[in-house]
């Protein structure tokens, strides 16, 4: 990766999973920050952090002054996003937004590098980075996608709990902990117990039966793809994994593709590949490739296909995704 | 549960997940077991049992003396059945098999008896039991199937491994120790890490791309619903749970089929119901019914419906189905 001139750089929920690991992408892909402004509440008491090689001191959201800042990433949920992101533009910020607060604004680009760097052009001030399932499931549909369309995506997610966030990976291990003990694990983060559990609730329930958590994967997609009648069944579930999200996919396409020439399709795409060893969450943490696996015909439907993908939720489903946004912006 | 008249009975795999599971059920279901024969391999140095209030001496598998035996419960492998149960029904000796033996025979009847007791005629003397997951599949699909027909089922599986046996269960403890002692997980039982992952690899690959189980769950449910052709897409996937299986579920019927009509299939249908909170396989454990829930339209094809459904593996997914079958014998 190209080293970037020296910047000064902020990460708003510099202390969550995603602030840490954007940290350490932006130091493995060389990105020069010259100066760093780690953002965070500190309710844990923490004050300081390292990264870039120093100790720098936390700021709280409020006390941030945009105006000396190149890039901005946020990573802090939605309601902060809708309330500093508009400041931080208005300075000259640029901002990477990986909260659902603007993804489906129609003037903000939703972007995976690897599909639509495009939509980043010369002006643009605020980008959003996507859902994790999302990226995960269009960095496999994309490279299909390109040769063949597609008529209809059914799928069902096997989510990481760092998709949840720091507490929920404490809950899992503290859950994990009690059982040990032969004691009642306490539920507090996630809506029901994790551990030894799969919970197919993600995110509030919509009127239609959906979760929100499912509709992000399918408006999302739809938007990344440029396909906003790009049919997709969704079904979200939490796993006690802690880092890796899984998919298994069906494909209906519109003309026949053999796997082997999915497989091509996917070994030749950027940022994705394909693995005959099946390919597991495991597999996947700690790396920045998308790692389909396991695909086979459907016989019940011609044109059909069925595969399984993985992919690292907190690298290219959220921080290598979102340092690949800042890298187009500068 | 009728009090039978009392019976000697035996268990082939008397020592296993189970095994024991049945003589839990046949316990709760005031089975009157007046003799009882446990049979394993002892290999763990075991070399009795207690059950039904008695201990009882384990006897080798080569050892058995079938001819005074009412009921033999076989849940060994299917290896030890080829080998016994031809012996077991020649000296008069009724056999529930739950390996994967005989299922596909088309002399020996695949049961569940909510769906097909009738397949159980006066002088059978052989029933196999399903796979725990096809079992939990056509709990689910039956009710519909009787109201409207089927046009095709894509399901993906989230399977406990519970459902690979006692070792298996013992390496995901030890998994989950290795790893809190920041120490490398052993792999011998389960093809990969299960601990803290998701493994779509259960039974062999076939030439086809699918698995062993993935196979056994389209052709039982296929021959339990007695729909040989019905098309059902699999994808089955180990999951760290121990106990309960789910499967989320999306099925396109011929004709409409509201969510709400659905509901009221499943609440009136027996050993099936319907759950508003979302259920889990945590919640599927230790009881015999199977629960359906999260049901709602798919909106990308006209009369299809998604929902997702859990069910106890080693309960109605394998002892409690058999012991309904023994019942239907005696």
Redesign the interface.
């Given at each position: 990766m190209p080293a970037t001139q020296s910047k000064t750089i902020a990460i708003v929920g510099a202390t969550g999973v995603v602030g840490r690991t954007i940290e350490t992408v932006l130091e493995e892909r060389g990105f020069a920050v010259d100066n760093y402004v780690p953002v965070a509440t500190g309710r844990r008491g923490q004050k300081e952090t390292t990264a870039f090689g120093k100790t720098w001191t936390l700021t709280a959201p409020d006390d941030v002054d945009f105006s000396g800042i190149d890039v901005a990433f946020f990573s802090a949920g939605a309601s902060v996003s809708e309330m500093l992101v508009p400041k931080a533009v208005d300075r000259g910020c640029r901002v990477v937004d990986n909260t659902t607060a603007f993804r489906m604004d129609r003037n903000v680009p939703l972007v995976v590098p690897e599909i639509n760097a495009t939509r980043v052009g010369g002006d643009a001030m605020l980008v959003a980075c996507p859902n994790c399932t999302a990226i995960v499931l269009v960095m496999s549909l994309a490279p299909l996608l390109a040769a063949v369309p597609v008529e209809?995506v059914?799928m069902?997610s096997?989510q990481s709990v760092s998709g949840a966030g720091r507490e929920a990976l404490c809950e899992l291990d503290e859950q994990?902990?009690a059982d040990?003990g032969d004691k009642a694990p306490q539920v507090e983060v996630l809506p029901?117990?994790i551990a030894?559990?799969?919970?197919?609730?993600i995110g509030d329930a919509l009127e239609?039966?959906?979760t929100k958590e499912e509709e992000k994967i399918v408006e999302e997609s739809q938007k990344i793809l440029d396909e906003p009648e790009l049919?997709?069944?969704p079904?979200a579930?939490r796993?006690?994994?802690?880092v890796g999200h899984?998919i298994?996919v069906?494909v209906e396409l519109k003309e026949p593709l053999a796997?082997g020439r999915a497989i091509e399709l996917w070994k030749s795409a950027p940022g994705v590949t394909y693995s005959d060893e099946?390919p597991?969450?495991?597999d996947a943490a700690g790396s920045d490739m998308v790692i389909a696996?396991?695909?086979?015909?459907?016989?019940?439907?011609p044109n059909?296909i069925?595969y399984?993908v993985v992919g690292d939720n907190l690298r290219k489903g959220a921080a290598t995704n979102s340092v690949q946004i800042a890298e187009l912006f500068l």
């Open positions: 209809r059914v069902t096997f994990i902990e040990a029901r117990q030894f559990n799969c919970v197919p609730v239609s039966g959906y049919k997709i069944v079904t579930v796993v006690p994994t802690r899984a298994a069906n796997p099946v597991t969450p495991l696996g396991r695909v086979r015909r459907d016989p019940t439907r059909a069925t399984w």
